[in-house]
């Protein structure tokens, strides 16, 4: 890689990781139900559909921390009360379910973009909540049951965190990466003609 290449692409990832932060802190403040909103995989996955799945697992980390950073300073009030019952656990499952969504929508935006780069945005941008969103139930199910059953107080479980916990949030995300797939497109188009 030149050194140019090198610059542009550093200098890209330290935008991408300024963009994620300000999101996210942004969406710290916007909650429904007890978790707050995630706004920042659109630059997830625009990093990665420019720089390689590589790229979007460090920016999907980078989200996974600031997620953790948010529950420990009490933004997010469920996260906050996952944090309390198991802090390590809650540090892992945000940064493995945020590098995970990255580097899955790396990897389907590489897989499919030579086809069609609209296609491949659209597939990444709906893997990338889809991941995301889905490693988060798995680690609620495995690590925090006592703590789900709690919440879901005589609720039928799933149908608790499909509705309650994750169901709008996961609309919300995914409704947003779609609206913005056309725009990630262009975005990558006007990158690589460049």
């Given amino acids: 890689m030149k050194a140019s290449a090198k610059t542009q692409r550093l200098t890209g990832l330290a935008l991408m990781t300024g963009i994620i932060i300000v999101l996210q802190i942004v969406a710290s403040f916007i ?3 007890p978790f707050t909103i995630t706004l920042a995989l659109a630059p997830i996955i625009i990093g ?3 720089y390689g799945a590589g790229a979007g697992a460090y920016l999907g980390g980078v989200f996974g921390v600031v997620v953790f950073i948010a529950c420990v300073a009490g933004w997010d009030m469920g996260g906050n009360i996952l944090f309390t019952a198991r802090p390590l656990v809650t540090l892992i499952l ?6 995970l969504a990255g580097l899955a929508a790396g990897a389907v935006y590489r897989a499919l973009a030579q086809r069609s780069p609209m296609a491949g945005s659209i597939l990444a941008g709906i893997m990338c909540p889809v991941v995301n969103t889905g490693i988060f139930c798995l680690g609620l199910a495995g690590f925090y049951y006592d703590t789900l059953v709690a ?3 005589g609720t039928a479980l799933v149908y608790y965190v499909i509705t309650v916990l994750v169901g709008l949030n996961f609309l919300l995300e995914m409704a947003i990466n779609l609206v913005l797939s056309s725009v990630i497109v262009r975005v990558v188009k006007a990158r690589t003609a460049a």
């Fill in 94 to 99: 945000c940064v493995v379910k945020g590098a």
């Fill in 151 to 153: 919440w879901a107080g």
């Fill in 48 to 50: 990665a559909a420019l």
């Fill in 31 to 33: 909650k429904f139900g």
